[in-house]
């Protein structure tokens, strides 16, 4: 069993890379992020190596495969083998995206927008207890990163989520970096979004770099992961984090991923921007938690 989160844990991605120097070293990061996907084998030295980085480190597994907000119900192979890898990591955390990537037997590699209609949530919510029932716990669900808005949408994002978490109970992976991209790309209104959220229900928050797209007219905001967070998005952190000021907090850096030292460098700089954010929490009881499966 993984080791329990601290409150206002700070996290980073966990890469192959990256693995030895975290065993060499006493504990550098507060949690550790995997993408379920990328370890799902049976074994091998792979698995035996993230065994042994779960004895010290608290894990969360953010899949990218299941495919939630698509028609079709959650493919049963792919779901075993993600409640195999839960059960054997007992992580702190496990979440999903709202998207779709999958339709009659065919997987794509892009987590694609969900219509935000009735019809979909009826599909999503399914969906999720499917996957809730089958883990025997809570999943975070991430709000997504977009570029064009669906012309058949009848509901807004923020309503959209929080009719999600009332009707399966999930909760939300809130990623501030993708909040900040939507209403750049998409000209939605930032603060009314973010105010309108089921903030009781946010059990973590992401931050990541992206970049912007000048070849295009508008310019567009990629999320591409391929940088350090920008100041719009520190911005944003030091202005919500308050509102679940006991989430744990991951930095994503999935292209151009850089040295462990420098990593580290972006987590203890979240550190600092909670620490302005919320000045009390460093006298907090930080004795560790499970947090609420």
Known sequence: MSPSLTPNAVGIGFKPQHAQALLAAPRTADFLELHAENHMSAGGPAREELLELAERYPLSVHGVGLSLGGAERPDPAHLARLVELVNRLSPALVSEHLAWSRLDGDCYNDLLPVP????????????????????GRRLLIENPSLYVT???NTLDEADFLTELVARTGCGLLLDLNNAYICAHNLGRDLDAYLAALPWQAVGEMHLA?????TAVEPPLRIDDHGGPVTE???????????AAPEAPTLIEWDANVPTLDRWLEEAELARAHRATALPGEASRDKAPRRMPA
């Open 116 to 135: 935000l209609t009735e019809e979909s949530l009826t599909l999503l919510a399914r969906n999720i207890d499917i996957v809730q029932q089958a883990l």
């Open 150 to 152: 669906i012309p058949i």
């Open 209 to 213: 770099g992206h970049s912007l797209d």
């Open 232 to 242: 719009a998005v520190w911005s944003l952190y030091r202005r919500w984090a308050p």
